[in-house]
Each structure stands twice: as C-alpha cells, then as structure tokens.
C-alpha cells in the first residue's frame, strides 16, 4: 500500500503550515459560495404537491411543521446504500428546528415500503412518500418509471406566509457536505478509500464498504 512519507517533525510542520494556508482559502471560497447561494432568486411554488406519511396525507405546506424553511433530502428508492449512508449521517434535528428550519426525507417509493424499510434502519426523522405525483420529477429526482430512473438530491424551500418558494437543489456529488461519514474519511490519509482518489494505491479494497454494514439492502 502506498503510505505518506516518513519525515522529521520540523518538515512536517512546514507542509502542515503550507496546507492551511489552502485550507482557509478554501474555508473563505465556501463562506463566499454559501453567500452567492443565499442571493439565489426562488421560484413560487404553483403546485398542490401530496406526500404519504406516518399521519396520512399531508401537503407540502405541511412537511414545514410550522417552520419558515424546509430541506428536502430526496431518497431514491429504497435500499440505495449512498442515500442510506447520508441518511444514518443526519444529525440532531433540534438544532436545525432551532434556526426555524424543518428537514425530512423524500422517495417515490410507496409509503409502505418506505416506512417498512425507515423502521428496519432505525430512522427517526421524518420520511415521506411522493409515490403518484409529479414532485420527483418536478425537482429532477426522477426522469423515469423504474427505479432506474431515480437519482438522490436535496431541495430548499421558503415559507412566506401562505406562499412557498423553492430556493435552491443539488444534486449526486453537491450532497456530499452533509454526509458526515465522508468529511472526517476526507481528514485521515487514507480518505474514502475509493479508486478514484489520489494519491493513488491507499484503497483498501478488502475492507468491509459502508453498504455492508446493514445485511437487509
């Protein structure tokens, strides 16, 4: 396996010091980008969208809980590893109700197999059903029938009163800042132990993959 160079304490510290410097460039982008974000216009939302929950059915006004905003993750269906990865990585979500914001979770799978499936994880935060309507398809979830045509996002929206905005998406890769798993697999030398990462030759191909930690996928 190719490991990092063995150096002397004095040498690591200066490749460390020349690394931060990157780094709070980096920190001052993302806070630049974050702020580039929050100046994105938004769209009304003209739809009556219809979700399947745990109380029936509800609207999107309602996935709200009486908060001013909402993040969407959207599920694929059932039994996707990655979306079951960052759905384990999801935090407290009193610190998020704090800040008078609501999350909860998406699929198009039917509210049966989806509850089935949340309450085989363990998932407390709130999950959804968007199976017959058009909201996958409207937020570029889904560009199909089947199951393969599914892909994994999130969308933001906006309460204003009685009107709702959508604010912003992202999709695949662009929801990788919230799975916690991957951010502290970025910090060790290692990494995610992927192909694709440099430098090259530190995946460990023999070590168990996050997708077999829960044998019922």
Known sequence: MNLPEVVSRDAWDAARKTLLLKEKEMTHARDALNAERRRLPMVRIEKDYVFQGAGGTVTLSDLFEGRRQLIVYHMMWVKCPGCSLLVDNIGHLAHLHARDTTLVVVSRAPWPELKAFKERMGWTVPFFSSHGGDFNYDFHVSVGEGIEGEASGVSVFLRDG????????????????????????????????????????????????????????
């Open 162 to 217: 009685k009107s709702i905005f959508h604010t912003y998406s992202t999709y695949d890769r662009g929801t990788d800042i919230l799975n916690g798993t991957l951010n502290y697999l970025d910090l060790t030398p290692f990494g995610r132990q992927e192909e694709w990462e440099e430098p090259r030759g530190r995946s460990n191909s023999s070590a168990s993959g996050w997708w077999e930690l829960h044998d019922e996928y």
